[in-house]
């Protein structure tokens, strides 16, 4: 199947600082969505973006849909110990309009 | 604000019973998925509904996974028997299609989740 590369893995990183994360795929997407997951928790989404060279904010976030409809950027500023958790990015695929596909997820820590 | 409803939140098991797991979309959501998810990695596609119809469960274990939406709302995903390696997060999420269009509007909404341990 579809497979999403998501990176980093894990960052760890000091309060107040910026974060930036990717997320490519092999063939063209539709759709980028982001989201983030607390422990134990369901994923919350955060941003979706429709259009090639979309840029979309959501507070401190912003998301990127990139212009080769084959990757997707996501960035907080000025991070916060509540930003911790794990953020995954999913896409739909231009050849499957009703499939959703994950990455694996980058966890990121937040030291006050 | 209208969320995906999912029960139990908590199942613990031996291995071979039964279980089951409910959900509820959001009202008027056509799409219904669940997925399972495994500690450290994203969630994995096992059964997607479009109203009452499965329109993919290639990758349900169907030996012992079993999925249904009778009514075209709420959903039960039952998993009989349990075996260890069924241990993890069960997702369910929905969406809606574009106004008299066939294609999901591309925003996903998932519930709180279903955390499953076999022992």
């Known amino acids: 199947g579809q497979q999403l590369n998501q990176s980093p893995q894990s960052m760890f990183i000091q309060e107040g600082e910026d974060v930036s994360m990717n997320c490519t795929s092999s063939s063209i997407f539709n759709t980028w969505l982001w989201y983030k997951q607390d422990p134990g928790e369901g994923p919350v989404l955060l941003i979706a973006?429709?259009?090639?060279?979309e840029l979309t904010s959501n507070g401190r976030l912003t998301a990127q849909f990139g212009i080769t409809r084959k990757d997707s950027f996501l960035n907080i500023s000025a991070s916060i110990p509540s930003d911790v958790g794990i953020y995954f990015c999913?896409?739909?695929?231009?050849?499957?309009?009703?499939?959703?596909?994950f990455g694996s997820g980058t966890k990121l820590n937040v030291k006050p | 604000e209208a969320e995906v409803a999912q029960s139990p939140r908590y199942k613990i098991t031996e291995k071979s019973q039964a279980v089951a797991f409910w959900c509820d979309p959001i009202?008027?959501?056509?799409?219904l998925y669940w997925y399972r998810q495994i500690l450290g990695q994203g969630p994995e596609l096992l059964v997607q509904?479009?109203?009452?119809?499965?329109?993919?469960d290639s990758q349900l274990p169907k030996d012992r996974f079993s999925a249904e939406r009778l009514k075209g709302v709420d959903s039960t995903l039952k998993i009989q028997p349990a075996e260890l390696g069924d241990s993890a997060m069960y997702l369910c999420?929905?969406?809606?299609?574009?106004?008299?269009?066939?294609?999901?509007?591309?925003?996903?909404?998932f519930g709180e989740g279903s955390r499953l341990t076999v022992l």
């Open positions: 973006l429709y259009k090639a060279g």
């Open positions: 999913a896409g739909q695929p231009l050849y499957n309009f009703n499939k959703f596909y």
């Open positions: 009202s008027g959501h056509a799409t």
């Open positions: 509904f479009q109203d009452e119809s499965v329109v993919d």
């Open positions: 999420a929905s969406s809606t299609r574009l106004a008299g269009g066939l294609v999901n509007t591309g925003e996903l909404f």
